[in-house]
């Protein structure tokens, strides 16, 4: 079988998010209860976020916690590589274009995210645990835009849009619509404050201070 008794488990979850995720998540968390595996941590999201990006989170929570395993739940936040990855663009418009308007978000790597679960992998005492994760700094997209041209020598814009602009500006570069109406969601979760996660249980996993934004940015300049 993919498991073996005493295994510790993560279940990363799948990035298709408009297929049944939580059919697939079932799959793995049957085959681990049925092998008796130690330990099944699963990459949520954070327990604030209501957008529809959370719901197969949602679902699939409910499955592990009613499976009888020793679970570990890890309310990943937002990542620095949603934005930072999309910099090309940026660039070439000369604006951050987001539907957050003043809304703050506490972004963290992946980099971050990994050691965060490795942590609690190899570590002890982490069983039947939820930890909201994200960065020690939470920041709005007027200081992203502002932070972008400060590294690029160049001005960047922040210009807020509405989640209807926002959404039809995704469809218009290709982004399928149902994704683009997910993504959305996301915006208007950001103004309402759901993307900052705040307690300090990112750091405190990882043994050091979150990666800034700034060193995300710079990355991405680079590449």
């Known amino acids: 079988g993919l498991f073996a008794a005493g295994d510790k488990v993560l279940l990363i979850s799948g990035n298709e998010v408009t297929k ?46 009613a499976s009888g ?51 609690v992998l190899t570590g002890e005492g982490h069983e039947n645990k939820r930890y909201e994760l994200g960065g020690d700094e939470a920041w709005s997209f007027a200081e992203y835009a502002a932070e972008v041209s400060r590294l690029a020598g160049r001005e960047i814009a922040y210009r807020a849009v509405s989640v209807e602009e926002y959404v039809g500006a995704l469809v218009a570069a290709g982004v399928p619509v149902p994704m683009a109406e997910i993504l959305g969601g996301v915006e208007a979760s950001t103004e309402k404050g759901e993307l900052v996660v705040t307690g300090g249980d990112l750091s405190r996993l990882i043994g050091r201070p979150t990666t800034p934004v700034t060193e995300a940015i710079e990355a991405a300049l680079r590449a």
């Open 69 to 119: 395993l020793p679970w570990v739940i890890l309310g990943n936040g937002w990542y620095h590589e949603n934005h930072t990855e999309h910099l090309a663009q940026v660039l070439e418009h000369g604006a951050v274009v987001q539907a957050a308007r003043d809304g703050r978000v506490s972004s963290a790597s992946r980099a971050d995210y990994a050691a965060a679960a490795v942590a």
């Open 20 to 65: 049944d995720r939580p059919a697939q998540h079932r799959a793995v968390i049957d085959a681990a209860a049925a092998a008796g595996v130690a330990l099944l941590a699963y990459t949520s999201a954070p327990s604030g976020l209501t957008a529809a990006l959370a719901d197969d989170h949602r679902a699939t929570e409910k499955v592990l916690l």
